[in-house]
């Protein structure tokens, strides 16, 4: 039995995946700032006063836990996951990893030093639909895939004061030039590309017109250069008058391609050459009409009530075995880094005309000299 302790009112989103697997997981800590937060998880996790704290540093040190789920603000995910790993827990820590480039190697080396797990919540990883689609990428019915692109629309302007007073998003979200939300974006695509990694990216904005003082982009277009020279693009948009539409994905491959809803009643996409029609690339077909392509585990529906279609259970069930076989899961500090240095190196791309920035290879123990920001 995982026991698990929360830091941060996000983290509420595993619950209902853990009510779901009782024999493997507890939730029994829960931290917040907030007393409302705190009572919030009285309610909903059935905690008791003794098992909430206010004070990280005393849920670590007094809390029945093996792990953390790291869900407070952006800015303390690394300092709050490498004292749990100093502590001896596993981490679940929310998007994005970091906000600097050396908080990135400082989590890669607190991992590898720990011997225990990181995982990335990448949550959009693992809706059905990209499930589906990426089922597709492996048996190769879009071929070889060339070609990506994810698109994160979601005006958060609402979020960026609080009674008056503003929130970390005013900062670190929306105060901050460049993609910096992008992993929702990049993470689903990212996966259709197997081991391939991001070597070089490059962002535009068209300025900052907002009229509520935010100094972030009103938008990001980032292309991102891959190792193999294919290529992904991504819209990074939490500031734009616009419906939301946060998982926009697309990809092109040599058989055919895929595309996700926009809006308006629009579907989900795709057109691929088959074995008996060589061009039936040239017409749309609902993804609806592969959905037997859906991994097994989705299909039994043991976690479909959980959230994002069954995601929310998925990813903590990852978690979980991640941590009683003692494999660092697919969604390990290495991807981490690397889809969250997109936005740290997009800050000095877009500053600087869209400049060609070269990502550090994270997966590999690299001398110093490769890890260093090269202009
Ligand atoms: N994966 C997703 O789909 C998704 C969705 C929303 C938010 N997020 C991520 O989750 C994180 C939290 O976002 P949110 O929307 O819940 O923010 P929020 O501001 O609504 O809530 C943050 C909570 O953390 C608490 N907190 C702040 N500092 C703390 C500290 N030092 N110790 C303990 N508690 C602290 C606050 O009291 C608050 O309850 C962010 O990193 C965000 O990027 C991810």
Redesign the pocket.
């Known amino acids: 039995m995982i026991k698990i302790g929360i ?4 983290g509420f ?1 595993i619950v209902e995946a853990v009510k779901r697997m009782p024999d493997d997981a507890c939730i029994t800590a829960m ?4 007393e409302s ?1 705190l009572e919030e998880a009285k309610q909903k996790i059935g905690l008791s006063d003794s098992q909430c704290y ?3 540093e005393d849920m670590l040190a007094n809390a029945d836990i093996d792990a953390v789920v790291v ?4 800015q ?2 690394v300092q ?1 996951s490498i004292q749990a790993l100093q502590a001896g827990k596993h981490v679940m820590c ?3 990893a970091g906000v600097t480039m050396d908080e990135l190697w400082w989590l890669i080396e607190a991992v590898e030093k720990s011997g225990k797990i990181y995982m990335y ?4 990883c693992y809706t059905p639909e990209v499930q589906i689609v990426r089922a597709m990428t492996k048996a190769g019915m879009f071929g070889e895939i060339y070609y990506g692109e994810g698109e994160y629309t979601h005006d958060c302007r609402d ?1 960026v004061m ?1 009674n008056g007073v503003p ?3 005013h900062y670190w ?1 929306m105060g901050t030039r460049g993609a910096f ?1 992008p992993t ?1 974006s990049l993470g689903p695509v990212m996966q259709c590309f197997d081991d391939d990694r991001i070597v070089e990216i490059s962002t535009f904005s068209p300025g900052c017109h907002n009229a509520i003082g935010l100094r972030g982009d009103d938008l990001t277009q980032t292309m991102c250069r891959l190792a193999s020279g294919k290529l992904v693009k991504i819209r990074v948009d939490t500031i734009s008058p616009r419906p939301h539409c946060m998982t926009y994905y697309s990809i092109q491959g040599t058989k055919g391609c895929y595309e996700a809803a926009r809006g308006l009643g629009d579907v989900a996409k795709v057109a691929v050459a088959t074995e008996d029609n060589g061009k039936a690339y040239e017409q749309w077909r609902p993804l609806s009409d592969f959905e037997y392509m859906l991994p097994e585990r989705y299909k039994s529906g043991e976690g479909n009530e959980a959230g994002h279609g069954g995601g929310d259970y998925y990813i903590v069930a990852d978690f979980i075995n991640a941590i009683k076989t003692g494999e660092q899961p697919e969604l390990n500090v290495y991807k981490a880094a690397e889809w969250t240095s997109v936005a740290l190196l997009s800050q000095l791309s877009v500053t600087n005309g869209g400049r060609a920035m070269t990502v550090p290879n994270f997966r590999k123990n690299m001398p110093y000299d490769e890890k260093i920001i090269k202009l």
């Open positions: 830091a941060g009112v996000r989103s931290c917040d700032l907030s937060a206010r004070i990280y869900s407070t603000p952006m303390f995910h709050q929310e998007v994005t919540a990448e949550n959009y979020l609080h929130t970390w998003r979200q939300y929702h």
